[in-house]
């Protein structure tokens, strides 16, 4: 079956440390999104990607990296630089129509720093 | 520019009762409308989406939305809650301009249902 898989569904971060998080999707989209999301916030923009080789900031991008060196591959280093990363994070992509069809979504990683 | 408010962060409705979720939306040009669902801990759902068709759209789990372009609205609706139904619920709003961040979803609505 297609979809959007995220991993892993929980990571713990030491103070100091970069992560990486993975969003492999095979629904041969061209587009994909980070969001991170917290209590009573909704879901905030991080990064997104129309094609490969190429991405913009959403609103909250500092802190955050990404490549897209493949259609079907959009990972998320949160960095040293973002001082409160704690947070869930959400991988979506999408066709260009997004306007029409709207996201996939896959079912999200859990950040915790210790 | 364009946003969803959505009224009420926590909703709670007795099992069986009605189900009203409510969203109102601010476009410039005419709205594609989406809503979706979320369970702890998992990823978004989509329940249902407003693309310009018919004005009342029927989605999965018994759930269906009406807009009314006149009230700016496209509130969610469910005659009988059921228990699975407790969940996060997101508007998301869109237009027909294909470009990567036109789509603004709101802060959320947290359903409970009271057995």
């Known amino acids: 079956d297609g979809g959007i898989t995220q991993s892993p569904k929980y990571l713990f971060r030491k103070e100091g440390q970069n992560v990486t998080l993975s969003c492999e999707q095979n629904l041969n989209h061209d587009a994909m999104y980070w969001y991170r999301q917290d209590p009573g916030q909704g879901l905030r923009l991080i990064y997104y990607s129309q094609i490969v080789n190429d991405f913009q900031k959403g609103d909250i991008a500092e802190g955050y990296s990404v490549s897209r060196e493949k259609k079907e591959s959009f990972p998320l280093t949160v960095t040293s630089a973002q001082k409160n990363p704690t947070a869930f994070y959400l991988c979506a992509s999408s066709s260009l129509q997004v306007s029409i069809y709207g996201y996939t979504f896959g079912s999200g990683t859990r950040l915790t720093v210790v | 520019a364009q946003s969803v408010t959505q009224l009420g962060s926590h909703v709670s409705v007795s099992e069986g009762a009605l189900v009203l979720l409510r969203c109102n939306y601010s476009?410039?040009?005419?709205?594609?409308l989406f809503w979706y669902v979320q369970y702890p801990n998992q990823g978004l759902q989509l329940l249902l989406k407003y693309t310009s068709a018919a004005t009342l759209v029927k989605g999965i789990n018994g759930f269906e939305a009406e807009f009314k372009k006149s009230e700016t609205s496209f509130h969610l609706t469910k005659p009988s809650a059921h228990m699975s139904d407790a969940a996060e619920y997101f508007c998301a709003v869109s237009d027909h301009r294909n470009t990567g961040n036109q789509f603004y979803f709101g802060t959320g609505t947290s359903l409970t249902v009271i057995p």
């Open positions: 476009s410039s040009v005419p709205p594609y």
